[in-house]
């Protein structure tokens, strides 16, 4: 498992260790400096030309600290300080009036009208212009030398290494303040941070490392993080162990409450996502127009059937629900009045601590009703909300943009609205609990962008909720695993030709956890 920490928690946990733990400043600076030389070392050669772009504040002071490091150990470097002297913080002044006895040439703004042509004869540029503290938009000069990086490093002039992240982008939202690096490599320090998984900063990160530098991580502003990643491990640990002496009855019921007249395919992706991850029965409730069908694409499944009229007095829930060890609706439902009242229905009578997972139609049919909201509601923490941008927007009152802009709020506010685990579909899924934990996804790719996706993730949660997980636990790890097969997908079909389907025939979990007999 892999901690998140917002850039406030970052620099409060400085503050501790500089303070509290009598760590000199300097010395975390110094400890930066060699993880950032350390990655440098990997990657160039002492023939190279390393350009280091440094700043004002504490990240232009790992700059020049790395600066004089690599000119130690033989490399050819040169710093363009695009900062303002008399704004330096101590310690990167220190590192600053270093650089003269080290014989690095150092180049300033009065100087601007070369860093062109500095660039152009460089290998790599070294970002360390702003940290994560960044909270203004960029302007001015800075904003004329990182559009200029960016043009010469789209033409493959050089590559480019961000101190931190990249210089730009806003540590807690991973959005661009006017203008952001473009970085092939991203060196930063103690804790992930938002920025550098959330888009668009993710795109601007390139490949990411981590690195400790001496802060431990039982002080106070660090060990209350609680946002988190998951690794295999962790996933193979929280997932239900099968025995070698069992029956299907071990592995959960799931009640199925999908599909339409005119939307088979969803129900059929739900249900069969809800057997590939090891789902012991899954019952199916659907239209009766579409139950031929159903039973042709999966045999596994028991049918029940009902007539889509608002004349139905779905007397027959009570006892499918009888056995259900969880229940997933939505997907291809329908929001006419018929499926809004067998909804309410389903809410209404089944049990509080059975989870629920709602998907699609009945997201819609959630978001339009507010009876259903104070229902759901009243679930306290045992419904699963799996909403995509659109779905979330009607949810929350906000726009797509919005959301888009703050997902971190977005999330938090789901949960908290109705009180349930909400799932917000991006290029990076975000899970909240309310009042909670947050987890962040790093499976998935584009390809995953088609029809039906989320059917086949609802089913997954679905079906590991049945098998008796936790609601927040079983919506992390079916989220992990969806990405993951279709990571699987990807690499036998191609992002372009992927269909929901593929990502259904790669839920392999073991291979994913990698697990052993």
């Not at 993730?457 to 079916?478: K, Y």
Request: proline residues 3%.
């Amino acid at each position: 498992m892999k901690w998140i920490s917002k850039t406030d928690a970052i620099r409060r946990a400085d503050q501790y260790a500089i303070n509290e733990l009598k760590v000199p400043g300097i010395l975390l600076m110094e400890a930066a400096a060699r993880k950032v030389c350390k990655k440098l070392k990997s990657l160039c050669s002492k023939d190279d030309d390393i350009l280091f772009l440094c700043g004002s504040g504490g990240n232009g002071g790992d700059g020049f600290a790395a600066a004089r490091m690599m000119k130690s150990a033989g490399y050819q470097v040169r710093v363009f300080f695009a900062g303002d002297k008399d704004r330096m913080s101590e310690d990167a002044r220190i590192n600053y009036d270093m650089l003269a006895g080290y014989q690095i040439s150092v180049l300033s703004i009065a100087q601007a009208s070369v860093f062109n042509h500095l660039a152009s004869e460089s290998e790599w540029v070294v970002d360390a212009l702003f940290g994560t503290g960044l909270d203004r938009e960029i302007q001015g000069l800075n904003e004329q030398i990182i559009t200029s990086v960016n043009e010469l490093h789209r033409k493959g002039v050089f590559k480019v290494l961000s101190i931190d992240i990249p210089s730009g982008i806003q540590g807690d939202t991973g959005n661009i303040m006017g203008c952001a690096i473009e970085a092939d490599e991203t060196v930063s320090f103690c804790r992930w941070k938002p920025g550098l998984l959330l888009y668009p900063g993710k795109d601007h990160a390139g490949k990411i490392t981590v690195e400790n530098i001496g802060i431990p991580e039982s002080i106070p502003p660090l060990s209350e993080s609680r946002d988190f990643m998951l690794e295999r491990q962790d996933v193979a640990w929280l997932l239900p162990q099968r025995k070698s002496r069992s029956h299907k009855g071990l592995y959960g019921h799931l009640l199925s409450v999908c599909g339409s007249t005119y939307m088979s395919g969803a129900a059929i992706l739900a249900g069969s996502s809800a057997y590939r991850v090891g789902t012991g029965l899954v019952e199916a409730l659907v239209p009766s127009s579409i139950r031929t069908v159903i039973q042709e694409r999966v045999p596994e499944a028991i049918l029940y059937s009902y007539e889509p009229t608002m004349d139905n007095d779905m007397s027959f829930l009570p006892e499918l629900l009888k056995k259900s060890t969880a229940v997933m609706a939505g997907p291809g439902l329908s929001t006419q009045d018929y499926a809004m009242k067998l909804l309410k229905r389903l809410v209404e009578i089944m049990p509080r601590d059975v989870v629920l997972v709602l998907d699609a139609d009945a997201l819609n049919l959630l978001s339009a009703d507010e009876e259903l909201k104070e229902m759901v509601c009243a679930r306290h923490g045992n419904t699963i909300l799996t909403p995509h941008l659109g779905e979330a927007s009607r949810l929350t009152g906000w726009s797509v943009r919005r959301i888009m802009e703050d997902p971190i709020d977005a999330a938090k506010l789901l949960s908290e609205k109705y009180h349930s685990i909400a799932v917000l579909k991006d290029a990076m899924t975000l899970v909240s609990e309310p009042g909670g934990r947050m987890f962040y996804n790093t499976t998935g790719n584009n390809g995953m962008s088609t029809a039906g996706s989320g059917d086949v993730l609802s089913g997954m949660i679905g079906g590991l909720v049945a098998q008796g997980m936790r609601a927040f636990e079983a919506a992390c790890c079916g989220v992990y695993l969806h990405g993951a097969a279709g990571d699987l997908a990807r690499e036998d079909k191609g992002a372009y030709a992927m269909m929901a389907s593929d990502i259904i025939d790669h839920i392999n979990v073991e291979k994913i956890c990698q697990m052993k007999d």
